[in-house]
């Protein structure tokens, strides 16, 4: 049987820098919101008050900030702690449906093929963080790293125009990392992850993301 909005459904969005999320994130919420559901849109780092304070210490431009790679992973997951439970929780025991920009892939993708932190210790801290709450639906948008860079250079609201944030300046090589845990989590869990090209025109894959969660729920 599907899962119905009622039952409160979680989807999450996720992809390397400059994929698209926040483009299609909006455009699957006006959808929803069309359709007559009750939405809440959110994003990690942040969503809360605790959240949004670390986001600016995670986000910053790089200079002068030398985070250590363990410190960036535990600071993620303090973030994630506070909005699971502040945020996401609540809203889908009000049978809300929840779409999140990035959620604890994210932290797979980034800290542990990125930053190559141990992806077992990885998954212990993101479970902790979380309480076991895993997404309904993964939307993955792919983009190949040099692309995504370059659109995504200066777009960040959190840092001045043209200017890179910290993860977006780790490097080529780094985002390169990123993209292939992506494909790695997907791989793993084929039944909640769904890549999608987001080199594909806007409208396109926002009908293909429309589709999917049509064909896996009662929407």
């Given at each position: 049987m599907r899962k119905t909005p009622s039952e409160g459904i979680f989807i999450t969005v996720e992809g390397p820098d400059g994929s698209g999320k926040s483009t299609q994130v909006d455009l699957l919420v006006t959808f929803l919101r069309d359709q007559q559901h009750r939405v809440l849109v959110t994003r990690e780092p942040g969503g809360t008050g605790v959240g949004e304070a670390i986001r600016k210490i995670l986000l910053e431009p790089a200079r002068g900030n030398h985070l250590a790679d363990e410190a960036e992973l535990f600071l993620f997951a303090a973030a994630r702690a506070q909005h699971v439970r502040e945020v996401i929780l609540p809203a889908l025991s009000q049978g809300q449906i929840v779409i999140a920009s990035?959620?604890?892939?994210?932290?797979?993708?980034?800290?542990?093929?990125?930053?190559?932190?141990?992806?077992?210790?990885?998954?212990?801290?993101?479970?902790?963080?979380?309480?076991?709450?895993?997404?309904?639906?993964?939307?993955?948008?792919?983009?190949?790293?040099?692309?995504?860079?370059?659109?995504?250079?200066?777009?960040?609201?959190?840092?001045?125009?043209?200017?890179?944030?910290?993860?977006?300046?780790?490097?080529?090589?780094?985002?390169?990392?990123?993209?292939?845990?992506?494909?790695?989590?997907?791989?793993?869990?084929?039944?909640?992850?769904?890549?999608?090209?987001?080199?594909?025109?806007?409208?396109?894959?926002?009908?293909?993301?429309?589709?999917?969660?049509?064909?896996?729920?009662?929407?």
């Open positions: 990035r959620y604890l892939d994210a932290t797979v993708a980034y800290q542990g093929y990125g930053r190559n932190l141990p992806l077992d210790t990885i998954r212990i801290v993101n479970n902790l963080a979380t309480g076991g709450l895993t997404p309904d639906m993964t939307i993955i948008l792919d983009v190949e790293a040099e692309t995504g860079l370059h659109r995504a250079k200066g777009t960040d609201k959190d840092t001045p125009s043209g200017e890179m944030d910290r993860i977006e300046a780790a490097g080529i090589d780094f985002h390169r990392r990123v993209r292939q845990g992506y494909f790695a989590i997907a791989a793993a869990e084929p039944g909640r992850c769904i890549v999608m090209d987001g080199g594909k025109p806007i409208a396109e894959v926002a009908a293909q993301i429309q589709h999917c969660l049509k064909d896996r729920f009662a929407i």
